[in-house]
């Protein structure tokens, strides 16, 4: 199918505390996985990526891991900081161009 | 120039009105999308278009037309809404792949209230 399911839907951390949110999905031909984030107000934007042929991507302090066998794939931040605060979303590409997204995780980080 | 910008930010429209959202990038993308996004949901997509043919429509109530008027800009036009249509809509723009997908890139969005 063409469904994406992302956990958890609200995550709270004190700052310089470690966050994961995971995501699984079904359609075994998806081969693109991006994350989103979306401040208040404001529009998503591209944070990380990796496709099918990668195992783990890592930038500064956020990493993604992709798991193909158990269509699973998380998003990893270190050291948070109280401006990672905003909505994540998951995404997986179900076709050419056609770009499904998770339900979103709410992070909040506190000083 | 690095971004999809949209106007207006915000409209508010009646019921028997006729408006459009416009969408324009710079990027030479030649893939560009419209999104509904609803309070604390994610974005929806509704069309795609490639090299200014529409390639993908989810199903979309014909109330919503879009059009591609050429390679940098994408339209979205609204006749007769219903209040349930109230929503961010997101324009985003890509490059094409052939073999691979590509990041999209977003604008700011459209946040339509429908009276």
């Known amino acids: 199918g063409e469904n994406v ?3 958890p839907s609200t995550l709270s951390v004190q700052e310089g505390d470690s966050a994961v949110i995971k995501c699984t999905y079904s359609d075994s031909a998806s081969n693109y996985f991006p994350w989103y ?3 208040l107000g404001k529009r998503p934007q591209l944070i990380i990526d990796i496709r099918s042929n990668v195992g783990e991507k890592k ?8 798991n193909k066998t158990a269509k699973h794939f998380s998003l990893h931040i270190t050291e948070t900081q109280p401006e ?5 979303f998951c995404g997986m590409n179900t076709g050419f161009q056609k770009l499904v997204f998770g339900t979103g995780t709410r992070l909040l980080v506190s000083p | 120039d690095t971004e999809v910008t949209q106007t207006p930010k915000h409209l508010v429209m009646g019921m028997t009105n006729k408006k459009s959202l ?3 990038q710079h990027m030479g993308h030649r893939a560009m999308y419209w999104y509904k996004q609803k309070a604390k949901k994610p974005p929806e997509l509704m069309f795609v278009y490639s090299y200014e043919k529409l390639s993908i429509n989810e199903s979309v109530p014909s109330r919503f037309s879009p059009e591609c008027p050429n390679s940098s ?5 609204l006749h007769a809404l219903q209040p349930e249509d109230s929503a961010l809509y997101l324009c985003a723009s890509s490059q094409h ?4 997908y590509n990041e999209q890139f977003f604008g700011p969005g459209t946040r339509l209230t429908v009276l």
């Open chain 2, 73 to 77: 800009l994408l339209n979205l036009h």
């Open chain 1, 59 to 66: 930038d500064q302090r956020i990493a993604v891991t992709l």
């Open chain 2, 22 to 24: 416009k969408c324009e």
């Open chain 2, 97 to 100: 792949g052939q073999s691979s």
């Open chain 1, 84 to 88: 990672d605060s905003a909505v994540y």
């Open chain 1, 5 to 7: 399911e992302q956990h």
């Open chain 1, 37 to 39: 984030k979306q401040e």
